[in-house]
């Protein structure tokens, strides 16, 4: 991962997670890999993290993390779950003709001589000279690259601003994904903040709070790194945050130290996926029964 990272090449890597450590539970669910996949790298590497929500979900997650790969130029992980994994639900296929194409361009001689592997477009992305191409010979390889040309190198200054770069070209991502949706109020109690095969359950608990006159509302993400670009926003409009994960509270962590929200974590380590009634009756401690604030049905923020 971190030899695609440094080369800066389009590779999709799926991690579909189960219980550990080690051999673990092999059969049972859990959400335990969000931190190794963010930073279980040796060095600064920033890689894209894309969560699929459901079986039928893992397509759309797909297309999308490789066009976020070609598009940038860099590795992009997918994390899936036992859950989803073992899970099945009705999809249909889509035509292909339809889908918006992903365009991938490679450069050609030009006759200058000049040709900069690692020269940059507007969002830091390298071209991607397909190997042997006449003109565009070029090294490549995992030791730190010099500024546009390629080359090796160990100047200090030169490292720090590769850093910087490779940092900025993965935070550049959420300039071109969508804004994050809510499901229910805008503002209000409570927000119930999820990501991966928990959203079903969390979906659904929050419908029936809601019809049940609580109010809470759900953001479920499919971008962990980074972060939808209106996300701070969302989290400032609720009182509380609760983050029902099937780990020890990774996501929460995050939160906290990316937007400083008190965020409260509602975890789970048992190989089994969350049930609805659990994440009602915990909602039902975090807010009041009758808050006297106007609900709204299903809208985008």
């Not at 191409?133 to 690259?145: A, F, I, Q, S, W």
């Amino acid at each position: 991962m971190n030899l695609a990272l440094m080369l800066e090449l389009p590779v999709v890597i799926i991690d579909v997670q189960r219980g550990g450590p080690s051999t673990g539970l092999p059969t049972k669910t859990e959400q335990a890999d969000l931190l190794q996949v963010l930073f279980g790298r040796n060095g600064e590497a920033p890689i894209p993290v894309l969560a699929a929500r459901s079986p039928g979900d893992c397509f759309n997650t797909a297309v999308e993390a490789w066009r976020i790969a070609t598009r940038f130029m860099v590795p992009v992980v997918i994390l899936s779950d036992g859950y989803i994994a073992n899970g099945a639900e009705p999809w249909q296929i889509p035509d292909v003709n339809k889908l918006p194409p992903i365009p991938i361009s490679h450069p050609v001689d030009t006759g200058s001589g000049k040709f900069l592997p690692y020269g940059r477009d507007a969002m830091l992305a390298r071209p991607w000279a397909i190997p042997g191409t006449p003109g565009l010979t070029h090294r490549v390889g995992g030791l730190e690259k010099q500024d546009g040309t390629g080359n090796v190198s160990y100047d200090a200054d030169n490292h720090q601003k590769m850093i910087n770069i490779r940092a900025q070209k993965v935070a550049n991502i959420a300039s071109v994904i969508p804004p994050q949706e809510v499901y229910g109020p805008e503002q209000g109690e409570l927000l119930v903040l999820s990501w991966g095969g928990t959203h079903g359950a969390c979906y659904t608990a929050v419908q029936s709070a809601i019809k049940a006159g609580r109010s809470v509302a759900h953001c479920h993400l499919r971008h962990l790194n980074p972060f939808p670009s209106n996300l701070e926003q969302i989290l400032g409009r609720y009182e509380s945050v609760l983050i029902p994960e099937l780990n020890c509270g990774q996501l929460r962590m995050l939160i906290r130290s990316r937007y400083l929200v008190d965020a409260v974590g509602y975890n789970k380590v048992k190989g089994k996926p969350f049930t609805v009634s659990e994440l009602v009756d915990k909602i039902n401690q975090m807010t009041t029964a009758s808050s006297g604030k106007q609900l709204v049905g299903s809208r985008a923020s």
